[in-house]
């Protein structure tokens, strides 16, 4: 089967862990990554997360490449809606200068956290000047091409350093909007498949993608590899996703029970009803893995799956990525 296979670290903090040993497994997994093949190493960006180390991105992505030589290093993603356009634009050159030809600026939509991480970013910014996504995503995109229109408010102003070859610009979503939006922009698309697993918006968005762009989106999972069928399904069973429906009509996953009260007290609203669902996970031995994806290779024609390991510990992510690479080899052979 001809398709790359990606990483998503979200840079876990185990129980009895701290964050310095989470960004340096997250390292080391990079760097381990980078000597099995993968093609990227993605971080993720999770704000007031004790359980979580990577609250900026764009720093971890600094000292991932600084520790690896060829593999693309990248966000998956910075949360724009809490950043200038601008700023960000001038980070990604920085580090597209400092690695030319490696880098990816993966955007995405979610707050990355719940509503006071959310004040507490957006601080000095009041309500009425908070800022439509697909504007931002504009702007961004016109600083990262040097092509503000001469009628913008902020023309003439240059995103710099300008690099040799610019970041990779990926949108991440998961619907049918977010799709036309990257056509729009002419961004690269990844469907994240791992916070909406139903098939057939998976279908829906790629058929919006490719149609436009005759490209076809990234496609990013949950899935985990031991051993055994029972390592893995052990490893994965208790994890649950806590939808969070809100009477304002805002809904977003949250990891559990006490994560949604929360973010509903937190929103000041007292009337909210959460949906338990179990993430859509593909877990087991490399050859079921491998032949599910397979199985997603051939009915979406996907050439690039972008893997998160929904667990916490180091030996077993680690045990993960290579078994994965073990399988796909052995069948590519």
């Known amino acids: ?4 296979l990606s990483l998503l670290d979200k840079s876990p903090v185990p129980e009895g862990s701290n964050a310095t040993e989470a960004l340096s497994r997250t390292v080391a997994l990079a760097q381990k990554a980078e000597q099995l093949g993968y093609n990227r190493y993605w971080v993720a960006e999770h704000h007031s997360s004790p359980g979580l180390a990577s609250s900026a991105p764009e720093v971890v992505v ?22 200038a356009p601008y700023k960000v634009a ?17 955007v995405g939509k979610a707050p990355g956290g719940l509503p006071l991480s959310t004040k507490a970013l957006q601080a000095g910014r009041g309500a009425d000047v908070k800022r439509d996504f697909a504007d931002q995503l504009a702007e961004l995109d016109s600083f990262l091409v040097g092509t503000l229109p001469e ?44 916070l909406n697993g139903d098939l057939a918006k998976v279908q829906s968005a790629f058929e919006v993608y490719e149609k436009s762009t005759g490209r076809v989106p990234l496609l990013a999972l949950f899935a985990f590899v031991a051993e055994t069928t029972e390592a893995a399904e052990r490893q994965v069973s208790e994890l649950r996703v806590f939808k969070v429906h ?46 599910e994806l397979d199985r997603l290779h051939q009915r979406f024609g996907v050439k690039e799956f972008v893997i ?26």
């Not at 970041?167 to 994240?192: K, M, T």
């Not at 180091?314 to 690479?325: D, F, G, M, Q, T």
């Open 308 to 333: 998160d390991t929904p667990v916490a510990g180091y030996a077993e992510r680690l045990a993960s990525i290579e078994l994965l690479v073990g399988a796909y080899q052995s069948a590519a052979a």
């Open 151 to 194: 009628g913008h408010p902020l023309a003439g102003v240059a995103a710099t350093p300008v690099p040799p070859a610019p970041p990779e610009r990926i949108l991440l979503g998961a619907s049918d909007n977010s799709a036309a939006l990257a056509v729009r922009h002419g961004w690269q698309f990844c469907f994240a498949a791992h």
């Open 246 to 291: 809100l009477a304002t009509g805002q809904s977003v996953n949250l990891p559990s029970l006490e994560a949604a009260a929360e973010f509903a007290r937190q929103a000041g609203v007292s009337e909210y009803r959460v949906e338990e669902n179990r993430p859509s996970v593909i877990a087991g031995t490399p050859d079921h893995v491998r032949r």
């Open 1 to 4: 089967m001809s398709y790359l």
């Open 62 to 83: 600094a000292s991932l490449l600084a520790n690896t030589s060829h593999i693309r290093i990248g966000s998956g993603g910075v949360m724009l809606q809490h950043y």
């Open 90 to 106: 001038e980070v990604f050159n920085v580090l597209s200068a400092l690695a030319p030809g490696r880098v990816d600026l993966g």
